[in-house]
């Protein structure tokens, strides 16, 4: 989305990552089981990428630094290291009307330097031996995300990001060299933004570069990092707060670990003088701490800007995670709420609506996402409004098609499409989401008159690989569906549906079918979304917690089309800092909810045996982390009052296009800007 908004609005911007000959994976459902399968995307090529052997550069792995004495200035040299030759693979970004700018999204693939291959191994047999160098190069190229459970797993990690790293640094460096000579205003023509910490270590590799290649004193060198490089943080979760063993980061990186201490000792030092009472300041936002090296600090100490992607995530890094650096640094922490394609997520992938959004209001919102705002003086407009069902409609019958052609289940394209689909993690809550079906499950046995509307819950996701708990949610999701859907009891009443491989393409197909977007994480947990607002701008009306962007959706949109819920971030954290939460006390306070969490392990889905226990044990024995029961309840009754505005036709399609009139605002365009102006300092076009 990004690298699209800044070709349209004419910024020279380039993505740097890695090649890798297998994506994230694809995923089977397999007896309702997550299998993972690989995705080898460039079977049959990738048209659009161009090789640049002659761009190649060589990262440095391993081996030992010689440190030596010239002229007075120390100097160091890298030897007996590891060499991997680093070739990039660039892709054309060429944004919607915009020819004069064309980016490059440049893809780097890990190749031997030379070609080694070991005759004599071969010849005794020993294959694997033979071509043991060529394997564990390209390992690095191989899979996104690699386990990283394992020691081995653990430096392929380490090494996927600085291979990008060193490899992405230094084409931009020998880019700028080529053009300008001099480095000594580099900070002043070169933006470098890291996403999260996997590009961290672009701090200590630039000061490697300025200090050993260019000859730099450390506080040039450390001056033009510091104002070069900015930081988005995406999460707080603690997991993606990388941080690496001391053994394994110097062992695979010497002089990077070297620059690293370094950066660590003076940042010490000059807080023993800003804070000479308070040494605990010191020890929580040090680099190198308790044998590890803390990424995030590195990320933030290194940076000129440290940036959240919603108003609530950038309050909770000032107030909480990021509490510390913003006493220390008051002016360095600022927000860039996200936001997505709008030409993609709305003019490519519903078409019809974009039509008919063109047809009332000219094609100036293509340019100009805020002019959908102009959709507001159709609010009142039955003509409008019922071409705007018209629409939904057919997207409804599209997506229904694709359900039936994978799945080879019929789905009511008259029933309500109520969809949760990201990634399967218990901070997104798709147990909460579970618990409502099944209790509205219980409820239609026991009551076959209920007046509610026919539902479609749809849900799509993927767990990473080694996550147990989010795989068994997916199989108690699935074996959800198949007891609901071999019911006839309430069959033409409620569906349930796992879609398989959820990706991009496929979400193309489901956000402009969506009539509720189930938005629900734990608050504070989310740092902002970009599927909420995708949602959003395909017309589909948010049932979810103040968390993330849905605070500034519902401020855009109005509480009125807007179904918000449960706990607020500042009453979860305050639990997790003081605790008081009783996970028991809910699960006894409420007989359907006690009923849908003992059907966990009671026999009610006979096949999967004690299968769910895990789920049930960690809402009771382990206290409810994400507050599943605390917020059951709201839920359920917050999704109700949804249903009654569902039920008055005229007003749910006003809610809908206020929805899409109000989207605008997360375009990624303005995102794009506020990071141009107040970050990057580089003009773009208005």
Same mark, same amino acid.
């Given at each position: ?16 990552? *890695?090649?890798?000959?297998?994506? +994230?994976?694809?995923?089977? *459902? ?20 161009? #090789?640049?052997? &002659? ?15 010239? &002229? ?55 294959? @694997? ?71 961290? +270590? ?21 001056? =033009? ?21 001391? /053994? ?7 002089? =990077? ?86 030409? #993609?997520? +709305? ?61 080879? =289940? #019929?789905? /009511? ?63 108690? *999701? ?31 197909? =489901? ?9 629900? @994480? ?24 103040? /968390?993330g962007a849905n605070v500034e959706i519902q401020e855009a949109v109005g509480e009125e089309n807007i179904f918000i819920f449960g706990l607020k971030a500042e009453q979860v954290m305050q639990f997790y800092q003081k605790g008081g939460y009783n996970a028991w006390e809910e699960y006894h306070a409420s007989p359907r909810l006690r #009923? ?8 009610f889905f006979p096949e999967a045996g004690g299968e769910f226990r895990v789920i049930y044990d960690s809402l009771l024995r382990d206290n409810d982390e994400f507050f599943v029961l605390k917020d059951f309840g709201p839920y359920v009754e917050t999704w109700q009052r949804l249903l009654q505005l569902y039920g008055q036709r005229r007003a749910w399609q006003k809610a809908s296009l206020i929805n899409i009139a109000k989207a605008g605002l997360f375009s990624a365009d303005r995102t794009v800007k506020e990071y141009a102006g107040e970050i990057w300092r580089v003009p773009c076009r208005s």
């Amino acid at each position: 989305c990004f690298l699209d908004a800044m070709a349209f609005l004419g910024i020279p911007g380039h993505g740097n990552g *890695i090649r890798y000959k297998y994506g +994230l994976f694809q995923q089977k *459902i397999v007896n309702g089981y997550q299998a993972e399968v690989p995705d080898n995307w460039l079977n049959n090529g990738y048209p659009w990428e161009i #090789r640049k052997p &002659d761009k190649a550069v060589v990262v440095k792995f391993k081996g030992d630094v010689k440190v030596g004495v010239v &002229d007075g200035r120390l100097t160091f040299r890298h030897e007996n290291y590891e060499p991997i030759l680093a070739v990039p693979y660039d892709i054309p970004i060429i944004s919607y009307q915009n020819y004069r700018t064309i980016n490059t999204l440049r893809l780097w693939s890990a190749e031997p330097i030379v070609e080694e291959f070991d005759l004599a191994s071969f010849y005794r047999g020993e294959f @694997s031996k033979a071509v043991s160098y060529r394997s564990e190069v390209e390992a690095i190229s191989n899979i996104l995300y690699p386990d990283d459970s394992s020691q081995a797993g653990r430096e392929l990690r380490l090494k996927q990001e600085y291979f990008f790293v060193a490899a992405g640094l230094g084409s931009i460096v020998r880019r700028y060299k080529k053009k300008n000579g001099s480095m000594k205003d580099f900070h002043r023509k070169v933006a470098v933004h890291i996403n999260d910490t996997h590009p961290a +270590l672009c701090i200590p590799e630039l000061m490697r570069i300025l200090i050993d290649e260019e000859g730099m004193g450390w506080e040039e060198a450390w001056n =033009i990092t510091v104002n070069t490089i900015s930081y988005t943080n995406h999460t707080i979760m603690p997991e993606a707060l990388e941080k690496w063993p001391v /053994d394994i980061f110097k062992y695979l990186l010497p002089r =990077i670990y070297m620059i690293v201490e370094e950066i660590d000792r003076r940042y010490r030092l000059q807080l023993q003088e800003q804070f000479p009472h308070n040494p605990e300041i010191i020890e929580r936002t040090a680099i190198i701490r308790d044998g590890q090296v803390w990424m995030a600090n590195l990320a933030v100490i290194g940076s000129h800007s440290v940036n959240g992607v919603s108003r609530l995530h950038t309050d909770i890094l000032k107030n909480h995670l990021l509490k510390d650096y913003h006493t220390i640094y008051p002016y360095k922490i600022s927000n860039k709420t996200n936001g997505v394609s709008h030409r #993609r997520f +709305l003019l490519e992938a519903n078409p019809k609506l974009a039509e008919l959004i063109t047809e009332a209001i000219g094609p100036g919102w293509i340019a100009k996402p805020e002019e959908l705002e102009k959709l507001l003086a159709y609010r009142e407009d039955p003509v409008f409004l019922e071409k705007l069902a018209q629409v939904k409609q057919h997207n409804k019958e599209r997506l229904a098609r694709i359900i039936y052609h994978r799945m080879g =289940i #019929r789905v /009511d394209p008259a029933s309500v499409f109520d969809i949760q689909v990201k990634r399967i993690h218990a901070y997104k809550r798709q147990l909460l989401n579970v618990f409502r079906i099944l209790d509205l499950y219980n409820r239609l046995k026991e009551n076959p008159q209920l007046s509610l509307p026919p539902h479609t819950f749809i849900f799509g996701g993927k767990a990473a690989p080694g996550y147990h708990y989010a795989k068994t949610v997916i199989k108690l *999701i699935n074996t959800l569906a198949q007891k609901v859907n071999q019911d006839p009891e309430v069959a033409g009443k409620i569906k349930v549906i796992f879609l398989e491989n959820f990706n991009v393409s496929l979400a193309e197909m =489901i956000y402009p079918a969506a009539e509720v977007s189930q938005q629900i @994480s734990t608050a504070s947990r989310e740092a902002s979304g970009t599927g909420n607002m995708k949602f959003m701008l395909n017309g589909a009306i948010t049932l979810g917690t103040l /968390d993330g962007a849905n605070v500034e959706i519902q401020e855009a949109v109005g509480e009125e089309n807007i179904f918000i819920f449960g706990l607020k971030a500042e009453q979860v954290m305050q639990f997790y800092q003081k605790g008081g939460y009783n996970a028991w006390e809910e699960y006894h306070a409420s007989p359907r909810l006690r #009923r849908v969490v003992d059907q966990l392990i009671s026999g009610f889905f006979p096949e999967a045996g004690g299968e769910f226990r895990v789920i049930y044990d960690s809402l009771l024995r382990d206290n409810d982390e994400f507050f599943v029961l605390k917020d059951f309840g709201p839920y359920v009754e917050t999704w109700q009052r949804l249903l009654q505005l569902y039920g008055q036709r005229r007003a749910w399609q006003k809610a809908s296009l206020i929805n899409i009139a109000k989207a605008g605002l997360f375009s990624a365009d303005r995102t794009v800007k506020e990071y141009a102006g107040e970050i990057w300092r580089v003009p773009c076009r208005s």
